[in-house]
């Protein structure tokens, strides 16, 4: 889908780009709970003329190679997904293409007068598949620097020591099978919207090695 341009505009932008693993090891409920969830988000997460002005959202689908499922566009053009698994992992292939759209996307908004925030990127996987070091100091830097916010959503059986490299200690939550909607909720409560909704209760099944979500308010609070 052909990227969408925008005008400039004083309003805050704040670019999102969703990096969902659709991996051969997410075959089953995983890819089913992040299709269902997602798509039940994208009905509701366009309701708000606000929402639609500050969010700049992308798709990007991942397993051997990274693909954008979707370009850049607004909340209420997000269209449903229908992931299907197979293939390898490469996680760090598509955190390296994704910090690279994120950069084309800055440089556009520079160039066309158009204020961007924060970036918020929800990585939706299991932690099954090599992550270099290189993309792992990529995320740390671009995180200490205050230009992104990594969301680690993974399934409840995952590589604990992927998921806990990138998450760093930040921003995990662990699905699990029998709440489908996690996701969502997640993804809802992180777009808040004071005219329009109110954030709804979230479930969180936190990871069971240790605690990495000290305090929710903090943790779910987008600059």
């Known amino acids: 889908m052909p990227e969408q341009l925008i005008e400039s505009s004083p309003v805050l932008r704040f670019p999102v780009i969703f990096l969902c693993d659709t991996s051969g090891s997410m075959y ?4 089913q709970i992040v299709n269902r969830s997602l798509n039940r988000f994208v009905e509701e997460a366009s309701r708000c003329p606000k929402d639609r002005a500050r969010y700049d959202v992308a798709v990007i689908s991942f397993n051997d190679i990274p693909r954008i499922v979707q370009s850049f566009c607004p909340l209420n053009e997000l269209q ?3 992931f299907i698994a ?8 598509a955190v390296l293409f994704a910090d690279q759209l994120i950069r084309e996307r800055r440089r556009y908004f520079l160039e066309n007068g158009v204020h961007m925030g924060k970036t918020n990127i929800f990585l939706i996987a299991d932690g099954y598949g090599e992550i270099v070091p290189e993309a792992l100091t990529l995320i740390r830097e671009q995180t200490s620097a205050g230009r992104i916010n990594l969301w680690v959503i993974s399934t409840e059986d995952h590589d604990v020591d992927t998921i806990n490299g990138l998450a760093d200690g930040l921003h995990q939550l662990v699905l ?11 993804l809802s409560t992180a ?5 329009c909704r109110e954030a709804p209760s979230l479930r969180i099944t ?9 305090d929710l308010d ?3 609070r987008v600059d």
């Open 28 to 31: 089953g409920a995983p890819i």
């Open 80 to 82: 449903h997904v229908s």
């Open 86 to 93: 197979g293939g390898g992992s490469n996680i760090s292939e």
């Open 176 to 186: 699990s099978e029998d709440i489908v909607d996690d996701i969502s909720f997640l």
């Open 191 to 195: 777009f808040p919207c004071t005219c």
């Open 206 to 214: 936190p990871p069971s090695d240790r605690t990495l979500i000290p």
């Open 218 to 220: 903090e943790w779910l």
